[in-house]
């Protein structure tokens, strides 16, 4: 079998010059290998056409094969080899290139075998002074391996397989010679192995597709509904055509799944035939399961195309959890006329299911992709190199967040906002949706999408992905009954749905007109992050673009929107295929805090002249159009231990159902109206991420009978306060200041009473009136007035929510 193998080989050597191999030649004959990882590529002493060539047998005096103990192997103060060299022939080595077999003792683990051959070639490198090694495998249909350790590799080494070395020693004469005579032999093309080179041998794009383009059953689906992802290797062929050909499952002879020892494989590489069905892999797409019971005799993706290869197939899916690692080595020794792939595990059982359900006849074709240089159609559209350089920051946006069916009846949560992550498949242009008019319409409501029962089951991906439902039916009836939804996809309701742009694919046949996906919960004490989604698709080749646009959201924020509530989206509007940064971001004070240039400063009045007579502040866009001035006790506050926090810190959906959301800064005990009516409640600006935006706070605050809200910064700068859209109209003014001043007042407050006086406000800017600027200064309307107007207004409240 071996020979007709080669025969093979030689005839396809000379015709394919840029195929990747590692041979050399005796006389007329040629003989591939497989060399083993080294410095370089190519050496002086090893890569020469009058290499001498000295055979060193591997018995003792008496000619018997020595099985030492493995001990031997693994103890630092023993040397030894468990089949020894012939001391005569080692004597020959020095300056030349040794042959030598590996043992074919039965060792307990293919390890201890890779230590023996490390053992050799350190002794023949170092005592014997050797300028390479052509290693032979001592058993037939063993396929050479890497075995090179780190000491190992300093020394030039090719490995063939036992029927190469039986026709090396019986082409030279080895085999018939009482002592063997050294040869010549022309080592021009032993090309070694380096991972350097392996990585340059990468193709470009590595990721391509395979497709089922036929229905596999009559009156089937015509194919799969998308492409399967497929990962390219260094040792394909660098050009082939595209084929198409039947599935095969490969089974391993039972010989090679159930071996579990180093002499168990001997017997599975001994076997002709080591997959039950080897015969139905010829003209076909073989598929192996490494994730289902594999052989532990075969380890390596070359290992797998060259038993492909010699089955007869054309072409290989090697099925694995981990599908994104490119599989090498570029000097596979043999030449490969089929591609070789790996595909996600989801996909093989999408494969499997096919088949399952395929009339005989038809069978599921594959349809693997051309190659041409080594290069395969793109999976994945290729990133414009100006995206590539953007700051990663403004890969980064917002969704704005309002809560339909508020039914706190306490002024809190009506709206917010959640960082977002883009697809850079997006549409170049899009309008945005716009923040809602009526919050009783069904503009913008999202809708948490369910998968179907088979969707939702991991070990029922291929059921899933090959029906035409997907989507819990109540969910797509509800989605179809609303105007502009948008469907929310939390990634861990759906295991069968790897990539980004089948979860597109689901939201554009729901004629959603956006998609946010729900990233996957973090490990315990990680940040949850949003991510800019890569271009994916069945047609990226042609620059696929998705008609609507999509994001991705962090668990955290995530979590609110599944709360059961009803809530519209805001999205940006888009331009070149990116958000416009301005949008959301500004309706929702995202970047709040500007220049104080906007609005000028603030100056407040202070009973505490030695914190700041004239305490300058910052104002808010938000604040009422018209107020008069008044004077308030200040109220220190914090938020509570569930709502307060930085924004990897907090559990926001457990402050959105909290009633307590701020406490009282010295005692702890909870804000009540009481604690607020007629007063100025004053607060850090750090750790209120989950209240976002700050006009929520101010709004609680108002809700509960506060006259004013002055926030301390977390710097020394006072800033105008930006927020143009809001669910609710705030009467109570805003001011911020510096935190070095805003410390010192807070200090004093906690423990004391201090009263501030806040300026009027007209047209929606604060002034300051001619004059005193003291307490006692009374303008049209006094504080009491003021305070008795806010008390009128909260009775009135509260009998409406009564009634």
Same mark, same amino acid.
């Given at each position: 079998m071996g020979s007709v193998r080669f025969v093979s080989a030689c005839l396809f050597l000379h015709a394919i010059v840029a195929e990747p191999l590692s041979y050399f030649l005796f006389e007329d004959e040629t003989f591939i290998c497989q060399p083993q990882r080294y410095e370089t590529p190519t050496t002086a002493a090893w890569n020469t056409p009058d290499q001498t060539l000295t055979f060193v047998r591997k018995v003792d005096a008496d000619g018997e094969t020595v099985c030492q103990p493995e001990s031997c192997l693994t103890d630092s103060e023993t040397s030894c080899d468990t089949t020894e060299l012939n001391a005569d022939d080692l004597a020959k080595v020095s300056g030349t290139v040794a042959v030598i077999q590996g043992s074919d003792c039965l060792f307990e683990s293919e390890e201890y075998f890779a230590l023996d051959y490390q053992e050799k070639i350190l002794k023949l490198k170092v005592e014997w002074k050797a300028v390479g090694i052509v290693f032979a495998e001592p058993f037939n249909g063993k396929i050479g391996n890497f075995l090179s350790g780190k000491l190992a590799e300093k020394l030039p080494v090719c490995v063939i397989e036992l029927a190469t070395y039986t026709r090396l020693i019986y082409a030279t004469g080895w085999a018939n010679q009482a002592v063997p005579a050294k040869k010549k032999a022309n080592f021009d093309h032993a090309l070694l192995y380096t991972r350097e080179e392996d990585e340059n041998r990468v193709p470009i794009p590595k990721i391509t597709k395979a497709e089922v383009l036929q229905p596999w059953k009559a009156g089937g689906p015509d194919g799969l509904p998308f492409p399967l992802l497929a990962v390219t290797t260094t040792f394909n062929p660098r050009d082939i055509p595209s084929v198409s050909a039947k599935l095969v499952v490969a089974e391993w002879a039972p010989q090679c799944a159930d071996a579990e020892t180093y002499a168990a494989c001997v017997l599975c590489w001994g076997l002709d035939k080591p997959m039950s069905n080897y015969d139905d892999m010829a003209n076909s797409v073989m598929l192996l399961k490494l994730y289902a019971k594999n052989s532990r005799c075969y380890t390596s993706g070359f290992q797998y195309a060259m038993l492909a290869?010699?089955?007869?197939?054309?072409?290989?899916?090697?099925?694995?959890?981990?599908?994104?690692?490119?599989?090498?080595?570029?000097?596979?020794?043999?030449?490969?006329?089929?591609?070789?792939?790996?595909?996600?595990?989801?996909?093989?059982?999408?494969?499997?299911?096919?088949l399952s359900e395929a009339d005989q006849d038809l069978g599921v074709v594959v349809t693997l992709p051309a190659v041409t240089g080594s290069v395969a159609p793109a999976y994945l559209a290729e990133i414009e190199s100006d995206d590539l350089s953007k700051d990663p920051t403004e890969m980064v946006t917002a969704l704005g967040v309002w809560v339909v069916d508020d039914t706190s009846a306490n002024g809190w949560g009506s709206h917010y906002y959640c960082l977002a992550g883009q697809a850079l498949f997006n549409p170049l242009t899009h309008p945005g949706i716009a923040p809602p008019t009526d919050l009783a319409s069904t503009h913008g409501i999202i809708m948490h999408a369910m998968p179907t029962p088979a969707c939702a089951n991991s070990s029922r991906c291929g059921e899933c992905l090959t029906s035409r439902n997907h989507i819990d039916l109540d969910a797509l009836i509800s989605l179809r009954e609303n105007e502009e939804?948008?469907?929310?996809?939390?990634?861990?309701?759906?295991?069968?749905?790897?990539?980004?742009?089948?979860?597109?694919?689901?939201?554009?046949?729901?004629?959603?007109?956006?998609?946010?996906?729900?990233?996957?919960?973090?490990?315990?004490?990680?940040?949850?992050?949003?991510?800019?989604?890569?271009?994916?698709?069945?047609?990226?080749?042609?620059?696929?673009?998705?008609?609507?646009?999509?994001?991705?959201?962090?668990?955290?924020?995530?979590?609110?929107?599944?709360?059961?509530?009803?809530?519209?989206?805001?999205?940006?509007?888009?331009?070149?295929?990116?958000?416009?940064?301005?949008?959301?971001?500004?309706? !929702?004070?995202?970047?709040?805090?500007?220049?104080?240039?906007?609005?000028?400063?603030?100056i407040l009045k202070t009973s505490e002249t030695e914190v700041c007579d004239r305490c300058a502040a910052g104002q808010a866009t938000f604040n009422p159009r018209q107020h008069a001035w008044f004077v308030g006790e200040l109220v220190v506050v914090k938020p509570s231990a569930v709502c307060g926090g930085s924004y990897f810190e907090?559990?926001?959906?457990?402050?959105?159902?909290?009633?307590?959301?701020?406490?009282?800064?010295?005692?702890?005990?909870?804000?009540?109206?009481?604690?607020?009516?007629?007063?100025?409640?004053?607060?850090?600006?750090?750790?209120?991420?989950?209240?976002?935006? !700050?006009?929520?706070?101010?709004?609680?605050?108002?809700?509960?009978?506060?006259?004013?809200?002055?926030?301390?910064?977390?710097?020394?700068?006072?800033?105008?306060?930006?927020?143009?859209?809001?669910?609710?109209?705030?009467?109570?003014?805003?001011?911020?200041?510096?935190?070095?001043?805003?410390?010192?007042?807070?200090?004093?407050?906690?423990?004391?009473?201090?009263?501030?006086?806040?300026?009027?406000?007209?047209?929606?800017?604060?002034?300051t009136p001619e004059g005193s600027l003291g307490l006692d200064v009374r303008d049209s309307s006094t504080s009491d007035e003021l305070v008795a107007q806010k008390l009128l207004d909260q009775i009135e409240r509260e009998l409406k929510n009564k009634g």
């Open positions: 290869s010699r089955a007869g197939s054309k072409g290989l899916l090697i099925a694995t959890d981990a599908v994104f690692g490119i599989y090498g080595m570029y000097l596979v020794p043999e030449i490969l006329t089929m591609s070789t792939y790996k595909i996600l595990k989801q996909h093989a059982e999408v494969l499997e299911f096919a939804p948008i469907l929310l996809i939390d990634l861990e309701d759906w295991p069968c749905y790897l990539e980004y742009i089948h979860l597109t694919g689901l939201a554009i046949e729901a004629n959603a007109s956006a998609l946010v996906l729900v990233n996957e919960r973090p490990d315990p004490g990680q940040p949850s992050y949003v991510y800019t989604m890569g271009l994916a698709g069945h047609s990226q080749d042609d620059g696929w673009r998705s008609p609507i646009p999509v994001f991705n959201i962090d668990y955290t924020c995530g979590e609110r929107l599944i709360d059961g509530k009803r809530y519209m989206i805001h999205t940006p509007p888009l331009a070149n295929g990116l958000a416009v940064r301005d949008d959301v971001w500004d309706a !929702f004070a995202i970047n709040n805090l500007q220049s104080k240039e906007e609005l000028g400063e603030a907090v559990d926001c959906l457990a402050c959105d159902r909290s009633v307590d959301k701020f406490l009282h800064w010295t005692s702890g005990a909870p804000v009540l109206a009481a604690d607020l009516m007629g007063k100025i409640a004053v607060l850090k600006l750090r750790g209120t991420y989950c209240m976002h935006p !700050f006009s929520n706070i101010v709004s609680w605050m108002q809700h509960r009978g506060a006259v004013g809200v002055i926030y301390i910064n977390n710097d020394e700068t006072i800033y105008t306060m930006v927020q143009p859209a809001m669910p609710y109209t705030l009467t109570i003014p805003t001011f911020n200041l510096p935190l070095t001043t805003g410390d010192a007042l807070l200090n004093k407050a906690k423990d004391e009473v201090v009263e501030m006086r806040l300026p009027s406000i007209v047209d929606g800017k604060a002034v």
